[in-house]
């Protein structure tokens, strides 16, 4: 509205108008800087403000749109400030430069006001999101350390049990080979009856001109192979009760034995090595291999745990970050709401807010996806079996991930590694059993020599069936049936002719018995087992076999392909000890990595902190915005996961750097019992 005034009002206007005008044209010589708007980085209570205006009551000046018609009269809120040092000159006005509106009308400065929205009712919080995995019940919980989840792996890993299994099959395998040191014992009892034709008389066969022998045999036998210089004897124990039909046995039935000791003994080939000692020795270190490959396999095992462990930890307290930014975003609609429901906030502020919501709840649902692929890769390492019902449970870590700013120690690190990785020990074991094959092959290429001997001794005993009288029993020189005996003939006609002569008779001299049978020979199976161990009757033999080879193709290939293993072996020594010395490097300076990222992410996380209590100061005096609240509560949550991260990778790195070094084992207390050949 326009309002006339007097002349000398008038007069005082014009006055007042050119002193402004002068005063501008002043301030536009001296240079000025730029003004800047406020950071929303920027720290609570850095703002520049009037000290006289009430904290949260100051409000930037209003924009003029680009564009917009400018009313005569009135100032623009935001001038153009000219570079720094470059002086603007202002023309001097004069009362006749004005148009006349400018001299005759006042527009009144008008104050932008907050716009009003209609009120509406306030919604209700939409539901939290369903947090529950399948196949796991919030009533059964276990609660888990490190050294607990390594226990149970320990004793219930099916890999841990199949290693373990192998090297109780290698001893089975020891043992099997070792028997051929144990002592034979042989039984041999048999019955052997014949009917024989005879084809002379002096066969001793009766009148069916066949005889007739059964024989009952007892032959315990016990035979041995030395383990030292590749022996080997035989002790033989022959027992025989013999009934005969034959005329001419003196004895019937008879009791017979023999007692022998065969003792063999290589001199060239075959005595400091034979085959069976080879496949021993061999053996023993293939055991040791076994035990070896437990040992590896169950650090490994641990280092999965290790992992699977400080995964699920991690998984869990980034589902605990994505829940607590959730109800933050909650918070905020909440507030939102509030505001829409009394008209300080348009209803589009609440499709913002709700569309951070939804994106926050599905991060919320990933992280509780990442927790149950974390725990069950931890159970399946645990659990012997997929119906043990703790599949159900819900496993709490209680351990937390720990840090140390002390650097690797590189040097010591590669020196455990050589003095102790499973690898290296089996390759070395290799090439023990590779220089166990070169001196066998090397023994066979030498002529055999073998001292063979035997001792042996003989019993017999019977029943005397000769019919002759004692011994020392006188006997007439000449006796019998005459019509049967010549010599009886013979004396008879003697006696005749001196009896017709009246000669005196003949007399036949008597001769002292000599006896059938000797007496020492009559008797049963006692008087054999006497007459065996007097070694009245024995046999010893004394003898050298001697081989030798024309060429010996075979046992000079083998020692040459020998030869070639062992150069084989080196270079794969020398191939696996660099993939150790790569594993290490790698291992040591992903621990190195792991710590420099935890310090840089802790630092990172407390800046987040500050810049999200900064804009959140700044929000609640209206000096920012929905989104970059949301922003900075979001750059909060990837700062603590990063952390979070940084922190689980630094004690992934530290397993992994002790499976590296084959420290695993003692770092976790774990003893493994050495298997002794």
Not at 214 to 240: A, M, V, W
Not at 259 to 274: A, C, E, H, K
């Amino acid at each position: 509205m326009l309002i006339r005034r007097p002349r000398n009002l008038f007069n005082a206007l014009l006055s007042c108008a050119l002193l402004v005008a002068a005063t501008g044209a002043a301030l536009g010589q001296t240079p000025t800087s730029s003004p800047r708007p406020d950071s929303p980085t920027r720290a609570p209570g850095t703002q520049t403000q009037s000290p006289t205006t009430a904290p949260g009551t100051q409000r930037p000046a209003p924009q003029t749109p680009p564009g917009a018609p400018t009313l005569p009269g009135v100032r623009p809120t935001n001038p153009q400030t000219p570079p720094t040092g470059v002086p603007s000159p202002t023309p001097p006005v004069s009362p006749t430069d004005l148009p006349p509106e400018s001299q005759t009308v006042e527009t009144p400065l008008v104050e932008p006001t907050d716009p009003k929205f209609p009120l509406q009712e306030q919604r209700p919080l939409p539901p939290m999101p369903n947090m529950t995995r399948l196949g796991v019940t919030g009533d059964n919980t276990i609660t888990l350390s490190l050294n607990d989840a390594i226990k149970r792996a320990l004793e219930n890993n099916n890999e841990i049990e199949v290693a373990r299994d192998d090297v109780r099959f290698a001893e089975t395998q020891l043992h099997s080979l070792e028997g051929i040191f144990d002592p034979i014992f042989s039984f041999f009892p048999q019955i052997d009856k014949r009917i024989t034709p005879q084809q002379s008389s002096l066969g001793g066969s009766d009148s069916s001109g066949t005889t007739t022998s059964t024989t009952y045999s007892f032959t315990p036998s016990l035979n041995k192979q030395f383990s030292r210089g590749g022996g080997n004897y035989n002790l033989n124990f022959e027992n025989n009760h013999t009934n005969s039909s034959s005329s001419f046995n003196r004895i019937n039935p008879f009791y017979s034995s023999n007692l022998s000791l065969t003792f063999t003994q290589p001199l060239l080939r075959n005595r400091s090595i034979d085959n069976n000692r080879r496949q021993i020795r061999i053996q023993k270190k293939r055991l040791e291999q076994s035990d070896a490959d437990f040992r590896q396999r169950t650090i490994e095992v641990i280092a999965q745990v290790q992992r699977a462990y400080w995964e699920l930890g991690f998984a869990l307290r980034d589902q605990q970050n994505q829940l607590a930014n959730l109800n933050l975003s909650r918070e905020n609609l909440r507030r939102v709401e509030a505001q829409i429901a009394v008209g300080t906030k348009a209803p589009l502020e609440r499709a913002e807010v709700q569309t951070e919501l939804a994106n926050r709840e599905s991060a919320l649902l990933v992280s509780v996806q990442n927790v149950s692929i974390s725990e069950n890769n931890l159970k399946q390492l645990m659990f012997k079996d997929s119906t043990n019902p703790e599949w159900s449970a819900q496993l709490t870590p209680t351990d937390t991930p720990t840090f140390d700013s002390t650097p690797v120690n590189l040097t010591d690190a590669l020196k455990e590694a050589r003095d102790n990785r499973p690898e290296l020990r089996r390759l070395r074991l290799q090439s023990d059993i590779n220089k166990i094959d070169i001196q066998y092959f090397k023994n066979q290429t030498k002529p055999q020599i073998d001292i063979q001997s035997t001792l042996a001794t003989t019993g017999l005993a019977g029943k005397d069936v000769s019919g002759s009288p004692a011994v020392g029993t006188p006997l007439p020189l000449i006796e019998g049936d005459p019509a049967r005996d010549a010599d009886a003939f013979l004396l008879q006609q003697i006696r005749d002719i001196q009896t017709r002569a009246m000669f005196p008779l003949a007399v036949v001299p008597n001769n002292l018995s000599l006896g059938g049978v000797p007496s020492d020979l009559i008797g049963g199976f006692g008087k054999d087992l006497s007459n065996l161990f007097s070694l009245k009757t024995r046999n010893i033999t004394v003898g050298l076999a001697i081989q030798i080879p024309f060429k010996n193709k075979t046992a000079e290939a083998n020692l040459a392909g020998a030869r070639i293993q062992t150069e084989q072996l080196e270079a794969t020594l020398r191939s696996q000890d660099q993939a150790i010395e790569v594993d290490v490097r790698n291992s040591a300076q992903s621990v190195e990595t792991s710590r420099r990222r935890v310090l840089a992410a802790r630092e990172a996380r407390a800046n987040a902190e500050l810049q999200l209590e900064g804009e959140q100061r700044l929000y609640q005096v209206g000096r920012s915005t929905t989104f970059i609240l949301f922003q900075r509560e979001n750059a909060l949550t990837n700062a603590k996961n990063l952390e979070l991260r940084a922190e689980t990778d630094y004690n992934k790195a530290l397993a992994d750097l002790q499976r590296a070094t084959s420290t695993t084992l003692r770092a976790n207390n774990v003893v493994v019992d050495s298997t002794t050949p």
